[in-house]
């Protein structure tokens, strides 16, 4: 006798741990029901992270040290930044820059969100912004210094470097573009990852290089032609999209060797609840608490963005950082790819080789489909109860032994012969069925993927 079978009288095995007899109980259920809960993790870690992550980052956004600086080198431009960022209550963070022109390519790159001029009497002040590195960072700014410039009895002259076209006039397309190819990559990584374990690296690789191709030309086509929020650059953006969705998919793949069918939730937090609030697309970094503000420079859309912005608006760190951002993420879905094969087939075969039960999951799989295929075999043999009596069966129904129908009656007692065992019950075929849903749940794990 052994902890995973029934004793030859019925009673159960003994010497079972927590766990295997809660595995035991919960086998009892039906195995839909056993398959639906053991689903319920992923509403539980979508809630959990939605408010850690959504709710947290964004239910009130506070500018924090938001970099300036102040154009000039005398003891006025030094006086006027100190003063400025004294006053601003964290929300300034205030440097010196020698010239305008040196100002320039750090408000262009965003490295500044705006440089401010000082004015005088009959020269306004100017403010250098850059709408298209970031939105809300240029509004803060221009409220944040037109009443400076207002206290020194002139008036404030902006001049955007990337300004924002009509049709995209609060910078969000780019931002929405970009995430529907990253959520496109990993759900074809997910799926690969759960329902292709037997696959082949070059098999995989193909479904998810293809896959990529059509979905970013696809997001790309109706966020641009279609829709018109992006004008121009598609094959650009394209590109950019497709190398999105592929890196993004060789991460998520690489993942599901290690944790199964988990890596949905892995890959949620990973290229969503995290990436979301921490990119910058929403709202910019300085605008969100920690550790989102930390993990900006990290985050697999925070590259993406910057590659995107650099190729619609001309404005942003540049093509280069974002790609070795998006480069980095590829390698590493490459790394775990590599590593992830062997390691599955390993833990694959320790746990054959030591007896281990297979996963909750297969199980139940094991036994719907064991359901499945004995409710196929009756209706194939028509072999179900009917419960009809003697007088409305017809003649021919009679079996050619003399011996009840199945479900006639008889001295006033309905029979339910069939293809059954002896006193077995069918009001519920899976309580009484511990031995044949654990043989169920073995040819189920044979013919299934092998996640966890």
């Known amino acids: 006798m052994t902890a995973e079978t029934m ?14 007899r809660f595995r035991r109980q919960y086998s009892r259920l039906s195995p839909p029901v056993q398959m639906i809960g053991l689903q ?25 040290d938001i970099k300036v600086a102040v154009v000039g080198t005398g003891p006025a431009a030094a006086t006027l930044a100190d003063r400025l960022e004294g006053t601003s209550n964290g929300m300034l963070s205030v440097s010196m820059a020698g010239s305008v022109d040196a100002a320039r390519g750090d408000v262009r790159d965003g ?19 850059a709408s298209g590195a970031q939105f809300q960072l240029a509004e803060v700014v221009q409220q ?6 207002a206290a020194e009895g002139t008036t404030l002259a902006v001049d955007d470097l990337a300004p924002l076209p009509k049709h995209d006039s609060y910078g969000t397309s780019g931002f929405y573009l970009a995430l529907v190819w990253t959520i496109a990559g990993y759900m074809v990584g997910m799926f690969i990852g759960m329902m292709g374990q037997t696959l082949k690296h070059h098999v995989r690789l ?18 641009g032609p279609v829709v018109g929020a992006v004008h121009g650059h598609f094959l650009s953006l394209w590109l950019l999209g497709w190398l999105t969705t592929i890196s993004v998919g060789l991460v998520v793949n690489g993942l599901s060797y290690f944790i199964g069918r988990f890596v949905t939730g892995a890959a949620l937090i990973l290229f969503v609840f995290l990436n979301i609030p921490a990119s910058g697309g929403a709202f910019p970094a300085a605008f969100v608490p920690e550790p989102f503000k930390w993990l900006h420079p990290y985050v697999f859309g925070t590259g993406v963005l910057d590659v995107l912005r650099g190729i619609v608006y001309d404005a942003g760190p540049g093509i280069g950082r974002g790609a070795t951002v998006i480069g980095v993420y590829a390698a590493v879905g490459i790394v775990l790819t590599a590593v992830g094969r062997p390691f599955f087939n390993r833990r694959t075969r320790l746990r054959a080789e030591r007896g281990k039960p297979v996963s909750m999951m297969l199980a139940a799989q094991g036994a719907a489909m064991a359901a499945r295929q004995a409710e196929q075999a009756e209706a194939a043999a028509g072999t179900r109860p009917h ?15 003399g011996a009840p129908a199945s479900g006639a009656t008889t001295n ?4 339910n012969a069939g293809p059954r065992r002896d006193g077995e019950s069918r009001d519920n075929e899976f309580a009484d069925e511990e031995v044949e849903s654990d043989a169920a749940a073995v040819s189920g794990a044979a013919a299934g993927s092998g996640s966890a």
Request: proline share 10%; aromatic share 10%.
């Open 412 to 415: 006033g007692v309905t029979t």
């Open 111 to 129: 490295d500044l969100a705006a440089a401010f001029t000082p004015g005088a009497a009959n020269q306004p002040a100017r403010l250098l912004i």
């Open 40 to 64: 319920l993790w992923l509403p539980l870690v979508f809630v959990i992270a939605f408010c850690l992550c959504y709710i947290n980052a964004f239910h009130q956004p506070t500018p924090k």
């Open 387 to 401: 419960h009809v009596t003697t007088s409305d069966a017809p003649a021919s129904d009679a079996p050619a032994s």
């Open 7 to 20: 004793a030859s009288s019925g009673a159960p095995a003994t010497g079972l741990g927590p766990w295997m």
């Open 144 to 149: 944040t210094f037109a009443p400076v410039a």
């Open 206 to 223: 193909g479904l998810i290089v293809g896959s990529g191709f059509v979905f970013s030309l696809l997001g790309t086509l109706f966020a």
